[in-house]
């Protein structure tokens, strides 16, 4: 298998363009106070799910998933303050949060089913 066979990535990437998509758009203040912020924990779920997939080891494999797991959840904070504060419609709004919660369940279950290397 390869990384871009991986279905957490593939949906890490998709959130990351979307993401960069309504970032690009922010002014130069929204960017430095908050966007910059955002695009880096989204950007940073994808990056630690390729890092651990080229990991050995389960254990060092899910240090990055967890990794990933704590960026997603940045990421869903300042999308909240991005939304509070009118920076984003509700529309892009609801489209990303529902993504990247779809992508939290889905990573809690490869971390899970990586756990199980262990006994294998």
Do not use: C, P
């Amino acid at each position: 298998m390869e990384l871009n066979d991986l279905e957490i990535y593939k949906i890490a990437k998709e959130i990351s363009s979307d993401s960069w998509n309504v970032y690009k758009e922010f002014d130069w203040q929204t960017k430095k106070i908050i966007g910059d912020q955002f695009i880096t924990a989204v950007d940073s779920v994808g990056a630690n799910i390729a890092e651990g997939f080229g990991r050995f080891h389960y254990l060092d494999r899910n240090k990055f998933n967890y990794n990933a797991r704590g960026s997603l959840i940045e990421s869903l904070h300042w999308l909240n303050l991005l939304y509070e504060r009118n920076k984003i419609s509700v529309d892009v709004y609801n489209n990303l949060n529902q993504n990247l919660k779809k992508l939290s369940i889905k990573l809690n279950n490869y971390i899970t089913s990586t756990k199980t290397l262990k006994t294998t």
